[in-house]
């Protein structure tokens, strides 16, 4: 157990619809990163989030969305989702820049 | 914005046998260099890393060298095991706001 929570694990849903992933960063670390992980583009990094405030953006879709919470959880909402969407999602925290926690991500699957 | 390339995307070796995974990076204002480990339905592990200063660091059968004026670094696994059979990702990062810039993968397979 990495001390990352990521949930759910699995998600089938059609396209169109509006989902919500779900990360309890490990004890103590302040900054969520979420990465998309797919067959052809490997780990890209989405967004960052540090003690509540957006940090940094990368590859992030206009139809993806973020947020981290006062208790420091975050959640990444994916809306309008294409069937390109379908990928493994994860969620790293950390509490020195570089040094991350990735939990066991959350696979979506888009039909 | 960083780019990382590695190589090979599958490495396999014989049990016992030494692996190598090289990666490059464009940014020279990167200083931070981990290498993830990333088993079947498991998120990525860190398994060893390396600041700009160092040039080598050694934990046990893994080693991990960088070279900064090439601006590359490289992975080295030796005595390879069948728990070694997985996938490898180097990263390189600046230490600011981004996150880690990750290579591609390499798919290690150990043949017994």
């Known amino acids: 157990d990495s001390g990352v929570t990521q949930t759910p694990k699995h998600l089938i849903t059609a396209t169109g619809q509006r989902v919500t992933l779900r990360c309890s960063p490990r004890s103590g670390d302040l900054s969520v990163y979420w990465y998309q992980q797919s067959l052809d583009q490997g780990l890209q990094f989405l967004i960052q989030y540090y003690n509540g405030e957006e940090r940094a953006k990368g590859n992030i879709l206009e139809r993806f969305s973020a947020q981290q919470f006062p208790d420091l959880h975050s959640e990444l909402n994916l809306s309008s989702l294409e069937l390109g969407d379908s990928a493994l999602y994860f969620c790293?925290?950390?509490?020195?820049?570089?040094?991350?926690?990735f939990g066991s991500g959350t696979r979506l699957t888009v039909v | 914005g960083e780019n990382v390339e590695q190589h090979p995307s599958t490495l396999s070796v014989q049990e016992g046998d030494s692996a190598v995974i090289k990666c490059t990076y464009s940014?020279?204002?990167?200083?931070?260099f981990p290498w993830y480990k990333q088993e079947l339905g498991k998120g990525p592990q860190l398994i060893i890393d390396i600041r700009s200063n160092v040039g080598e660091k050694k934990d046990q059968r893994i080693a991990v060298t960088l070279n900064k004026t090439a601006k590359h670094f490289s992975l080295h696994i030796t005595e390879t095991q069948p728990e070694d059979s997985a996938v490898y990702f180097c990263?390189?990062?600046?230490?600011?706001?981004?996150?880690?810039?990750f290579g591609k993968g390499t798919h290690l397979i150990i043949q017994p």
């Open positions: 990263a390189a990062t600046g230490g600011g706001a981004d996150g880690l810039t």
């Open positions: 940014d020279s204002a990167s200083n931070y």
């Open positions: 790293a925290s950390s509490v020195v820049a570089g040094y991350y926690t």
